[in-house]
Nanobody, 123 residues
């Protein structure tokens, strides 16, 4: 079992930045592909980014490419999402998830989920 806890969400003005963290316990994060997903009110959960087990490869949704950066520190059992140039349409609950090697952008591939952290971007 892996327990994931997100933090770092909050209220920010458009154009601002936030850094989300996802701390894991239970098993080494290095065993897993990690992903960030988000869900806005009234919308389905959508893929944001994913990172491979070593951190050498990342993949982003087109909507956040060039603005968001995902990273991981396996020694700290933590993954991060640096979000810059935030837009009101980035407002959502952000979830981190852990999946097996080979997991990609599809949420059903991920086995463990955090409780989410709210990000609100005002215009």
């Amino acid at each position: 079992q892996v327990q994931l806890v997100e933090s770092g969400g909050g209220l920010v003005q458009a154009g601002g930045s936030l850094r989300l963290s996802c701390a894991a316990s239970g098993r080494p994060l290095s065993n897993y592909v990690m992903g960030w997903f988000r869900q806005a009110p009234g919308k389905e959960r959508e893929f944001v980014s994913t990172i491979n087990w070593s951190g050498s490869s990342t993949y982003y949704a087109d909507s956040v490419k060039g603005r968001f950066t995902m990273s991981r520190d396996n020694a700290k059992n933590t993954v991060y999402l640096q979000m810059n140039s935030l837009k009101p349409e980035d407002t959502a609950v952000y979830y981190c998830a852990a999946g097996p090697r080979g997991a990609t952008r599809y949420d059903k591939q991920y086995d463990y989920w955090g409780q989410g952290t709210q990000v609100t971007v005002s215009s």
